[in-house]
């Protein structure tokens, strides 16, 4: 699903990731972990062609992300979720809107939008909330609409970027075991993340970055193990 | 798939024009103020053109005959006119006629006391031309011959309004290219106002998969609706203003010719609506370019 060889990534002469090589397979959980500056930003910047690669090169769903159009772009990012950090919704307007929002921009007529967002909400467990607005729900609650808006277009992969941030310990093992859950359907997920618990409890693939580069990659591993 | 989503791209236009309400409003009174200014001056334009038109087929050249004139040179003038190529018609009137005519013009009595063999009228040929511009040379021909004493003819009239015609037409267009600048600039300032209020929606709509056109279809449609009742309006006022005038020109001055109501809304109309349009759209697109790029 992912390959990556040699892949090399330079802001102004300044590597953020270095000859990075491996490859994530259909149905895995990856935790790509490691400090700040690490590059785990930049890779999975790099996977949903944000940015393009320096040198080396990356293939996500078999086609080499540096060279697509730009049209095919959209393409690509249909079959990606993302979840932020800092969730990246749209404050003024409720949780259907926030979710429908992903599905509009594919085409999906309106009955497809109202069967599909609640089911998609569902599986995150805001049903109830479909009609709040997100600005009245807690951090939780909004990284789980973000979560929701990331699975309702049944996508292949689901790419996670710090999700939990800026959740409490209790709040960020409900999102690690939705996530969990999601992949337990068949869905690819990549999680960039520095919370050691949740990595260690999880017991998932880590993918260990330091200083722009792989040190470590270990199946079924734990946080600092990966080492 | 963009037909599917029409609603959506009017809906978010709606919520982007009301979003920066202040800023659409000041983009739709400049839209106004230029369009109803252009307006105006295409209307001038119309009607100056039809007063210039009505005026050139009214151009004659009045030839007077030297009552001393022989008979030869006589006939030496109306040959030269009757086969003269720029001669559209001719008529000769005698001072005969000419006495009677000013009788008639002046009223009974006015000539009192002075006899037919009184009459200081001249002979006289009133030549029209095929296009007013002929008068010149045939004015030089005419002042070459002997039987001919003086030509009169209202040429500089012509020349003055074909010359302020042109120079209605440049001031128009000049005033027009800096009011649709200006109209452009402030449309396309609301609309990135309104992508930098967006910039974030972009930047999801982005991240979930939105081609750029389809991020691009709203602000093109905010900018579309601001050009068009940018137009309403000057439309408006000169439906109604011009059939103000078009009435009291009709009962104070109606010996004055003008362009009749429905031509000259539709002429005004048929360059104003796209105008507005064009102003709007390219506003639109001059303002969300960099956005995309994520």
Known sequence: MIEAYNLTKKYNGKVALSQVTMSISRGEFVFIVGPSGAGKSTFLKLVIREIIPTSGMLKVFGRNVGRLKRGQVSVLRRNIGMVFQEYRLLDERTVFENVAFALRVTGASKEEIKKRVPLALEMVGLKHKINSMVSGLSGGEQQRVGLARAIVNKPAMIIADEPTGNLDPDTTMELMHLLKDINGMGITVIVATHDREAVDKLQKRVVYLDNSEVVGDEARGAYLRAL | ?294
């Open chain 2, 1 to 294: 798939m963009l037909f599917r989503n029409f609603a959506f791209f009017i809906a978010e236009a709606g919520r982007g024009l009301f979003k920066n309400g202040w800023m659409s409003l000041a983009s739709i009174g400049v839209v106004a103020i230029a369009l109803l200014i252009f307006g105006i001056f295409v209307l001038l334009n119309m009607n100056v053109e039809l007063w210039t038109e009505e005026l050139r087929e009214q151009i004659e050249i009045v030839a007077f005959i030297e009552d001393d004139a022989a008979a030869s040179e006589r006939r030496d003038l109306s040959d030269l006119i009757a086969q003269h190529d720029d001669v559209r018609e001719v008529e000769f009137v005698s001072k005969g006629e000419a006495f009677e005519d000013l009788k008639e013009m002046l009223g009974e009595g006015a000539l009192e006391g002075y006899e037919p063999e009184e009459n200081p009228l001249r002979d006289s040929y009133v030549i029209r031309v095929i296009e007013p511009e002929m008068v010149f040379g045939l004015i030089d021909e005419l002042e070459e011959l002997p039987a001919v004493g003086d030509v009169i003819c209202h040429k500089e009239i012509v020349k003055g309004l074909t010359n302020f015609t042109q120079a209605l037409q440049s001031a128009a267009l000049a005033l027009m290219l800096l009011l649709a600048i200006t109209a452009t600039f402030l449309i396309a300032h609301t609309i990135r106002l309104t992508v930098m209020l967006r910039s974030k929606e972009i930047m999801i709509m982005k991240y979930v998969g939105a081609t750029d056109t389809f991020i691009r279809l709203p602000f093109l449609f905010e900018g579309l609706f601001l050009g068009i009742i940018g137009t309403v309006i000057p439309l408006a006022c000169i439906y109604y203003g011009y059939g103000a005038m078009i009435e009291l020109i009709g009962m104070d001055l109606a010996f004055l010719p003008v362009v009749p109501f429905n031509e000259a809304i539709t002429g005004t109309a048929s360059l104003i609506v796209p105008l507005g349009i064009g102003l709007g759209v390219v506003g639109s697109l001059f303002s969300i370019g960099k956005y995309l790029k994520v």
